[in-house]
C-alpha cells in the first residue's frame, strides 16, 4: 500500500527504517527575501519503540534552548517533539551538518554541567514543576555516548 504524500516532512519518513540516536537535515526553507533556515530532526529515542519522559523532554528543552545560544547565534528553536522521541532544531543558514553536530554536542556537554534546569519556575515556565535536571543530564549522557552514530540515519 503505497501513502500519500503528506505536507509535513517527517510524516512521509518512513520510522521504521531509521536507527536512533541521529541528526538529519529535515527541512530547508528559503524565506521571501532570500534567508535560509533548515530543520533538524534530533533523535533521541528510537520510534515506536521508546520514548522519554515529559520531565525530561521539558527540562532538555529549557537546557539546550538556554545553553545552545552560547555557541551559536544561527540557533532559532529547539522544540520538542510530540512523541517524545527528539526534537527539532531550527537553525538559520544553509544545512551544516559538522557545524551543528558541534553544537549539539557543545550544548549537551554544557547540559551535563548545569546545576540548575534554567526557568524551571512558576514565573517564567508554564509547569514549572515538571522538569528533572538528572533525567535530562541521562539523556545528554545517552545521546553522547552514540556520538558517533549521529550521522547514520537509516538502519
Known amino acids: 500500500m503505497t501513502q500519500r504524500r503528506m505536507n509535513v516532512e517527517s510524516f512521509n519518513l518512513d520510522h521504521r527504517s531509521v536507527q536512533a540516536p541521529y541528526v538529519r537535515v529535515a527541512d530547508r526553507k528559503e524565506l521571501r527575501h532570500g534567508d535560509v533556515i533548515t530543520k533538524y530532526d534530533v533523535r ?4 515506536n519503540a521508546a520514548h522519554l ?3 525530561t523532554v521539558h527540562s532538555l528543552e529549557h537546557l539546550f534552548a538556554e545553553h545552545s545560544r552560547n555557541h551559536s ?3 532559532i528553536d529547539f522544540s520538542p517533539m510530540g ?4 526534537f527539532y532544531l531550527i537553525m538559520e543558514g544553509e544545512p ?7 553544537l549539539i554536542e557543545a550544548t549537551l556537554t554544557d547540559v551535563l554541567a548545569a546545576v540548575e534546569v534554567p526557568a524551571a519556575n512558576e514565573t517564567q515556565c508554564g509547569w514549572g514543576a515538571n522538569h528533572s535536571l ?3 543530564q541521562d539523556a545528554a549522557r545517552a545521546f553522547l555516548k552514540e556520538r558517533a552514530q549521529w550521522e547514520n ?3
Do not use: H, N, Y
Not at 96 to 102: E, G, K, Q, R, W
Open 73 to 75: 547565534q544561527a540557533v
Open 83 to 86: 512523541c517524545q522521541t527528539g
Open 53 to 55: 519522559a515529559m520531565k
Open 153 to 155: 540515519v537509516i538502519a
Open 96 to 102: 551544516d551538518i559538522p557545524a551543528v553536530l558541534s
Open 134 to 136: 538528572e533525567a535530562a
Open 44 to 47: 533521541f529515542t528510537q520510534p
